[in-house]
């Protein structure tokens, strides 16, 4: 609801600028090719983004994601201890994690949710949840090929230049935002 009014007054604050200083046309070309190229992009993205839904659809049909669930189940049962006594949450997390790993961020939100759900107790976010929610967010990511195919749809010859810098980043980001969940964790409790 907030985010509705931020866009909406961020959206009047420029129609106003822009009739203000003459600019009415300006904006006008700009909002018609700023919505063809939206278009453009959402159309280009459609097609990855379906073709590695169905591949997620397809390792969890054939069991690839109940194999990967016991490879992970280490990491996991260290990350959410819950997964050792709920083999569905331990399956939806080992899914959710190989998507956002493979760069799916859209095809790991469903994913997600269907674990959070199983993560949640009562009215309050518990620690394996907001763990859920940093491991999302950060999203440690080997191949991005949501970026990669933005990248390509835009005209880039080499879109997985990008690598080292994502490789980078999302190892970073994941492991501080765990840090700080692990210790917000403990604060709290005190």
């Keep these: 609801m907030l985010m509705s009014w931020i866009w909406a007054g961020i959206t009047g604050l420029?129609?106003?600028?822009?009739?203000?200083?003459?600019?009415g046309n300006a904006l006008s070309g700009a909002v018609m090719e700023g919505a063809q190229?939206?278009?453009?992009?959402?159309?280009?993205?459609?097609?990855?983004?379906?073709?590695?839904?169905g591949v997620c659809a397809?390792?969890?049909?054939?069991?690839?994601?109940?194999?990967?669930?016991?490879?992970?189940?280490p990491v996991l049962g260290r990350l959410f201890p819950s997964t050792r006594q709920d083999?569905?949450?331990?399956?939806?997390?080992?899914?959710?994690?190989?998507a956002n790993l493979l760069g799916l961020g859209n095809a790991a939100t469903p994913l997600g949710i269907r674990a959070a759900k199983r993560l949640k107790r009562g009215s309050t976010a518990t620690d394996e949840l907001c763990r859920l929610i940093v491991l999302?967010?950060?999203?440690?990511?080997?191949?991005?090929?949501?970026?990669?195919?933005?990248?390509?749809a835009l005209g880039c010859?080499?879109?997985?230049?990008?690598l080292p810098a994502v490789w980078?980043?999302?190892?970073?980001?994941?492991?501080?935002?765990?840090?700080a969940a692990w210790l917000l964790g403990k604060v709290c409790r005190l």
């Design 14 to 23: 420029s129609i106003l600028c822009a009739l203000l200083t003459g600019q």
């Design 37 to 53: 190229a939206g278009l453009t992009l959402a159309i280009s993205m459609a097609g990855s983004l379906c073709l590695w839904s």
């Design 58 to 73: 397809l390792m969890e049909a054939v069991g690839i994601t109940q194999r990967l669930s016991r490879l992970m189940k």
């Design 87 to 98: 083999p569905a949450l331990a399956r939806d997390l080992s899914a959710n994690v190989c």
């Design 136 to 152: 999302n967010t950060a999203s440690i990511q080997l191949i991005p090929a949501s970026v990669a195919a933005v990248r390509s």
């Design 157 to 162: 010859r080499t879109p997985f230049d990008i």
């Design 168 to 179: 980078l980043t999302s190892a970073l980001s994941a492991g501080l935002g765990l840090c």
